[in-house]
């Protein structure tokens, strides 16, 4: 249930932000332990080739080069690994710390150079002759999956990594009913999280204890102590993985990588500690990336709107290697199973394909799947609403779930716990110009030789996933947190998260349920995170989890803890613990304020003064709390964007930007304001300007930030936000995941703005980014002007031919 009058709710000031305001705060790349080498990799120059020698005499020569590692060094020391979820018919090559055999991607790591300084290391690489037999490369997903096409692991049997139908009902009658069908395909741009921080380790190995302390950027400390203590064949105890401050992560860093491992491993080798340190080019061409997915679709509908049937093709380019733990398929999955999102759906197929290609992987990154299973259907229903002549809204209100429906099961088996579908929507609806307003706004930019549009998207979104989503799949990824609470000696208070920060606030947040469940001043709280010596188990961050089940864990502990504070009062005071009360750090007798105790009292008497104490009284005023949380919880959301389309150039303006957000119970609105943001900039990047775009050789053209564009402040308008706060009844504080629902609905709602600003001159773009290039050829192509060069867009998998909109 959720918390009222206490510090859950409150826009609590970030504990976290003072000291990295200050320069005070730790990043992988601050810290340099005594003796310290320094690591540099030589990439993969091309994207498929067979490697026939590697030449390394002259590196190994070069002075201040301490060790040059190949595959045939590390291999024999280290496992390989890939990611295989128990999804039939899931299949990849296997990962291994350097390239062995062929070469699959630009950017993939070769040969690992350790040397006094980078610079050295860096210098070394040149000396290296990598000699290999170019082969070809394979980047188009659709064309990946042909027979014909060459095999990017030899040992598959072909380029389809996966192929699965999710859905039910009998799709064909809904069709074959149907008054009207409209069939849309859209394209996705591959692109990645390019966070502020780039991924970094400095791994020390102690050969007398056989211990490894590694320092890294990531989201899951024990999942990687886990894993490096199976890949080297160590004991988990001897392995400490420590991550303080992230500097972004977005899901990118809840993998295994390759040069990350190769760091570890050159430590064990040569018993000092070796520092890697990532640079943006090896950012874009090797972090895992996201987003590129192809998705036709049709709908079914009758003549006033409903929605009868609903069917899409999903081709999602997975790169060349599925990674670990969390695959290479979970995205394409999660596009066809989100896409009937929050609507009365009553029949859906969608088929799924995921292509093996010789890019870098494709692995989850803020939304996995939602952003584009949303413009699919989104973009879907507008281009339905112009078919029957329907106001976008009005279509939307008469499918969407209603309050009485709920909870609800999805036709793809999603069980929508709770939500505020249709007040989301009446809510956005008043907060932006319609009808007659509207059309006034439209009329005095085109003066300005500007189409102005609007976009709405609504969606739901996966949150907290439980033990359930994945690990059912047999992936190693547990759904519970573990939090210690520890009070002590002056009556302050210690909690320990087995999560680690990611810049999300989670440690302003934990301390605010401590401080309601516990009963103490927040500013008593401190908390500790990041350090698997220290702190209890955690699953890490991911998928909007944060909230739900580390709080749960939080508020489990504080509670227990609670209870043996008041079991020690009550022997003090002489009075039945039931009727006491922890209230701003002192415990009080219900209805007599004067009979009272401060914590810090307890607390001393707890650690120094237990002689004043029964013996069967439990006086540990430590306590680790649990909490496993649902399967799932869904948010759900609408979002309105109002751009501005330079009519002679193309260029998108984004001037408003207008948000309803049900996150259920908000333990800090600030936080998820701030949340709500950034992962709107993140899907207005998406929209708009991000992508990494590789040529037919495979070859990264947008591999530096010249290239690579990305949406800065002049870019992005206020984001309005405002909050519908339905408790979720299936987590213990009634809160929902925030952390993804900017990033998933902003791709749709700006699309559709584009898309309703071009659409009086009967154009329309279905492949984002949404390049200037684009919007102009899609207008001069309804006028009747043709361009002499090819479109620069992809193929799209197809439907059987009907009397669609394409």
């Known amino acids: 249930m959720s918390i009222t009058d206490g510090w859950v709710g409150r826009r609590v000031k970030r504990v976290e932000d003072p000291k990295i305001l200050l320069g005070r705060g730790r990043y992988a790349d601050d810290v340099t332990p005594a003796r310290c080498l320094h690591a540099a990799f030589l990439r993969a120059p091309v994207a498929h080739a067979r490697i026939t020698s590697i030449g390394t005499e002259a590196a190994r020569r070069a002075p201040g080069v301490v060790a040059v590692f190949t595959a045939d060094d590390f291999n024999p020391m280290c496992r390989s690994w890939k990611g295989l979820l128990d999804w039939p018919g899931l299949v990849s090559g296997d990962q291994r710390p350097l390239a062995t055999g062929k070469l699959r991607y630009v950017g993939e790591p070769v040969v690992l150079v350790v040397a006094e300084s980078r610079a050295v290391a860096e210098d070394a690489l040149e000396l290296i002759d990598l000699e290999y037999e170019e082969l070809p490369a394979v980047v188009d997903s659709i064309a990946a999956l042909d027979d014909a096409t060459v095999r990017v692991h ?6 389809l990594a996966f192929e699965a139908t999710f859905g039910s009902g009998d799709v064909e009658a809904a069709f074959a009913e149907a008054d009207v069908v409209v069939e849309t395909g859209i394209s996705t ?8 921080e780039p991924r970094g380790v400095v791994a020390e190995f102690d050969p007398s204890a056989k211990a490894l302390t590694v320092r890294i950027s990531t989201q899951a400390p024990h999942m990687l102590q886990s894993v490096f203590a199976e890949l080297f064949g160590l004991r988990e105890s001897t392995i400490r993985v420590i991550t303080d401050e992230v500097g972004g992560a977005f899901g990118m860093k809840a993998h295994v990588y390759s040069d990350e491992v190769a760091t570890c491993a050159a430590s064990i080798l040569l018993r000092r500690p070796v520092k890697w ?9 090797s972090d895992t990336q996201a987003r590129d997915e192809r998705v036709s679709a049709k709908i079914a509908v009758t003549a006033d709107g409903r929605i009868l049937g609903l069917r899409s093709e999903v081709v999602s380019d997975g790169g060349a290697f599925s990674v670990y733990p969390r695959s290479m398929v979970t995205e394409g999955i999660q596009v066809a199973t989100i896409m009937p999102g929050p609507y009365r759906i009553p029949v859906y197929s969608g088929h799924v394909r995921v292509a093996i290609t010789t890019k870098a992987p494709l692995a989850v990154y803020r939304g996995v799947g939602h952003p584009v299973a949303i413009l699919a259907m989104e973009t879907l229903l507008d281009e339905t609403a112009r078919r029957l002549g329907l106001d976008p809204a009005e279509l939307r209100r008469r499918n969407l779930i209603t309050p009485d429906e709920l909870p609800y099961t999805s036709v793809t088996n999603q069980v929508y716990d709770s939500g505020s579908h249709q007040e989301s929507l009446e809510k ?4 932006i110009a319609t009808g007659p307003d509207l059309d006034k706004r439209k009329a005095e930019a085109r003066e300005r030789g500007r189409l102005l549009g609007v976009g709405l998207a609504c969606f739901v979104e ?13 992936a190693p990824i547990t759904a519970h947190d573990q939090v210690e609470v520890r009070v002590e000696a002056d009556g302050s208070v210690t909690v320990l998260l087995g999560t680690p920060g990611q810049g999300q606030g989670l440690q302003t947040t934990a301390a605010q349920v401590v401080a309601d469940h516990l009963g103490v001043p927040f500013d008593r709280i401190t908390v500790i995170s990041g350090d698997t010596a220290v702190v209890p188990h955690g699953t890490g961050v991911w998928a909007s989890r944060s909230a739900v089940v580390s709080s749960g864990a939080a508020a489990s502990a504080a509670r227990e803890v609670k209870e043996r504070m008041l079991a020690i009062a009550g022997h003090l005071l002489e009075v039945d613990p039931a009727d006491l009360e922890i209230d701003d750090g002192v415990v009080h007798v219900v209805g007599a304020p004067n009979a009272r105790l401060g914590v810090e009292e307890i607390a001393e ?4 003064r237990t002689h004043r104490l029964p013996e069967d009284l439990r006086i540990g005023l430590s306590v680790t709390g649990e909490y496993s949380g649902p399967n799932v919880t869904f948010n759900n959301g609408a979002h309105a964007a ?6 002679d150039s193309g260029l998108v303006h984004l001037v408003d930007y207008a948000c309803v957000e049900d996150c259920g119970v908000l333990i800090n609105p600030s936080i998820v304001d701030g949340q709500i943001r950034g992962g709107v900039a993140q899907g207005v990047g998406g929209a708009l300007f991000e992508r990494l775009h590789y040529d037919e050789n495979g070859q990264l053209l947008t591999s530096t930030l010249l290239d690579y564009l990305m949406p800065t402040g002049p870019e992005l308008p206020d984001v309005r936000i405002t909050h519908i706060e339905t408790p979720s009844p299936v987590t213990s504080l009634g809160v929902k995941g925030a952390g993804e629902a900017g990033a998933a609905g902003a791709p749709a709602a700006v699309h559709n703005a584009v898309n309703d600003a071009l659409s009086p001159f009967g154009a329309r773009v279905w492949h984002q980014p949404l390049t200037p290039e684009r919007v102009v050829r899609a207008l001069d192509e309804a006028a009747g002007r043709s361009w002499p060069e090819p479109p620069d867009t992809p193929g799209l998998p197809s439907l059987e031919e009907d009397n669609g909109v394409r």
Do not use: C
């Open 277 to 285: 340190i990532q640079d943006r080019v090896e950012s874009l061409q």
């Open 154 to 159: 030899d040992e598959l049997p072909s380029n």
């Open 428 to 431: 956005l609806l008043s907060m």
């Open 642 to 647: 109002v751009v501005e389309v330079e009519e």
């Open 462 to 474: 996966v949150t907290a996933p439980g033990v359930m989503f994945y690990g059912k799949r047999g």
């Open 605 to 608: 008497i707890a650690h120094w």
């Open 189 to 196: 741009a591959r692109h990645t999280a390019v966070a502020l």
